[in-house]
């Protein structure tokens, strides 16, 4: 895949309402529906002031992404000793992953880059590189260390990642992203959780 290029906006006093603005309504309206003038007026700034941080709305929806994503990821791995039981991590994120998945911001941004992704394939690209890849790599940190400590079966993390992943993403995930359910039980999350910690340490755990 062709990195993205795309330069680091710079930092500055309107920097976060505009991201908080432009969240807003690329959620409420999707990348198409959203009109720099409506980020701009939900941010509370002019837009002179939006395009000295973004060049576009596609760089914008950029660091959106990458910002929440970002979040996201930080949240899970300050809950996450990587000197764990493997158990102990795989529950950890595994929880953490199934709710992210399930989350509005998600579920939207996911619509959204597949709707788009005949006219603007570098955005589906960015969710993809700050979403499940940049989380994919975070776990392949931890399992590497696991299986150096011979916790786990030597064989390729990255798989195991890509796997513990899609299984966070049974049942639920299919159901949601189609509208066939809007809202989930401690009790469904859990459960799915629990039966991707389990599937994952029966074919790796030692």
Known sequence: MTPLTSHTPAKGRKYEDVL??????FLRDGFEGA?????????????????SYFADKRELFREVTRVECERMAETTLSRIDFNA????VFTAAAHSLTRFVLSDFSLQMFRT???????????????????PEM?????????????????????????IAEQFSELCRVR????????????????????VASHAVETVLARYAL
Do not use: H
């Open 20 to 25: 908080s603005g432009a969240r807003e309504i």
């Open 35 to 51: 009109s720099v003038d409506e980020i701009a007026r939900a941010a509370g700034v002019s837009k002179a002031t939006l395009y």
């Open 85 to 88: 039981p493997p158990r102990e």
């Open 113 to 131: 880059c597949v709707a788009e992704s005949a006219r603007f394939p570098e955005l589906g690209q960015a969710f993809y590189q700050n979403g």
């Open 135 to 159: 989380g994919r790599a975070r776990m392949v940190v931890y399992l590497k260390l696991a299986i150096a400590r011979g916790q786990l079966c030597d064989v390729d993390p990255d798989m």
């Open 172 to 191: 639920l995930w299919t159901r949601a992203i189609f509208g066939v359910q809007t809202e989930f039980s401690e009790a469904e999350v859990n459960e």
